[in-house]
Antibody, heavy 121, light 112 residues
Framework: QITLKESGPTLVKPTQTLTLTCTFS??????????VGWIRQPPGKALEWIAV???????RYSTSLKSRLSISQDTSKNQVVLTMTNMDPVDTATYFC?????????????WGRGTMVTVSS | QSVLTQPPSVSGAPGQKVTISCTGS?????????VHWYQQFPGSAPRLLLF???NRPSGVPDRFSGSKSGTSASLAISGLQPEDEADYYC????????????FGGGTKLTVL
């Protein structure tokens, strides 16, 4: 079965760079039509899509965050890494990674449990 | 301000039917892009409820259904049950510069 798990620091200081890792199993990012995305959710607020990396290594970013983001994949380790620079307290949120596939009309059909990141000095 | 607009809250009694709307624009739902729906319980990750407007993943009861028309979509829940109390989010694709994937602001469903 498909599983995803996010890992990374729970606390970062303002201006620091956040690096999050999504480790997955049950699928391969070498498979056509498969991608892994990142979505975040500030406490008590709505979901916000951040970035996605596709099976062909195509990458897309939220326009409002694009200048601060980088997403990469390590297919040998079944991992996707998201980096976000210049962190600010407004970036405090739970960060989720999720599996997306054309077989689900590109919906996020499997999600990790999420990892809470607090930005504070 | 979310690109897709949902009512902040809806409520219904057990057994009733409720609908949750998701209003977009010509750059997302109105452009023909699919709408997906997610259910989220407090402290948990979202769960895919419907994909491609009205397709249920395995395990989702047929009490949940979706529709799309013009620049809007709706999620209907019939035979409301106490365990349906959760937050619901719609999602679609947007061609404007703001983002690629966009989510609605979420709707809190209360079962009275």
């Amino acid at each position: 079965q498909i599983t995803l798990k996010e890992s990374g620091p729970t606390l970062v200081k303002p201006t620091q760079t956040l690096t999050l890792t999504c480790t997955f199993s049950g699928f391969s990012l070498n498979t056509g039509g498969v991608s892994v995305g990142w979505i975040r959710q500030p406490p008590g607020k709505a979901l916000e899509w951040i970035a996605v990396v596709y099976w062909n290594n195509d990458k897309r970013y939220s326009t409002s965050l694009k200048s601060r983001l980088s997403i990469s994949q390590d297919t040998s380790k079944n991992q996707v890494v998201l980096t976000m620079t210049n962190m600010d307290p407004v970036d405090t949120a739970t960060y989720f990674c999720a599996h997306e596939a054309v077989t689900s009309d590109n919906a996020f059909d499997f999600w990790g449990r999420g990892t809470m990141v607090t930005v504070s000095s | 301000q979310s690109v897709l607009t949902q009512p902040p809250s809806v409520s219904g009694a057990p057994g009733q039917k409720v609908t949750i709307s998701c209003t977009g624009s010509s750059s997302n739902i109105g452009a023909g892009f699919d709408v997906h729906w997610y259910q989220q319980f407090p402290g948990s990750a979202p769960r895919l409820l419907l994909f491609g407007n009205n397709n249920r993943p395995s395990g989702v009861p047929d009490r949940f259904s979706g529709s799309k028309s013009g620049t809007s979509a709706s999620l209907a829940i019939s035979g409301l049950q106490p365990e349906d109390e959760a937050d619901y989010y719609c999602q679609s694709y947007d061609t404007n510069l703001s983002a690629n994937w966009v989510f609605g602001g979420g709707t809190k469903l209360t079962v009275l």
